[in-house]
């Protein structure tokens, strides 16, 4: 049977190696690739992606909840209180209030550690805008 759907209409995908002012999209984790480690914390590598492929991926943990919290409640428009669950599912349940929502997001850019195969790893810093208020980029860019 023929699929309409076979990938061919998908954007090919750049990561994000500018600083800049992006309409980002969180994709929904998947709990068998969420990492629990040994003192009980998770955490897993969350996917952002722009309509037009531009993308970037950051680790949250539930070490430091902080960081999760605003990221979930910054996405999904709503407060969200820090991580309480106990299992990877409970951590897909979070981040899926998140998932699947665009949101206005400055990203700073910096470079990371070159990868072990050479290529080069991007650091990202983001920042979401108060409510009420329209994101501006910093001078710097």
């Not at 750049?14 to 600083?19: A, E, G, L, P, V």
């Not at 480690?37 to 992606?49: A, E, I, P, Q, V």
């Not at 902080?66 to 951590?91: C, I, Q, W």
């Not at 998932?99 to 072990?116: D, F, I, Q, Y």
Request: aromatic share 10%.
């Amino acid at each position: 049977m023929h699929n309409p759907h076979n990938g061919a209409d998908k954007v090919p995908l750049k990561t994000i190696t500018k600083s800049g002012i992006y309409m980002l999209k969180l994709s929904k984790p998947k709990a068998d690739k969420v990492r629990v480690w040994d003192d009980g914390t998770m955490s897993y590598r969350l996917f952002l992606m722009t309509a037009d492929g531009h993308c970037l991926s950051q680790s949250y943990g539930t070490k430091y909840p902080k960081s999760l919290a605003m990221l979930v409640g910054k996405m999904s428009g709503n407060f969200t209180s820090e991580f309480a669950g106990r299992t990877p599912e409970d951590y897909v349940a979070y981040v899926e209030k998140a998932a699947g929502k665009v949101v206005e997001t400055l990203v700073e850019v910096s470079e990371g550690n070159p990868r072990p195969d050479g290529s080069p790893s991007y650091k990202y810093k983001l920042t979401w805008a108060k409510k009420g208020q329209t994101l501006t980029a910093p001078d710097s860019f």
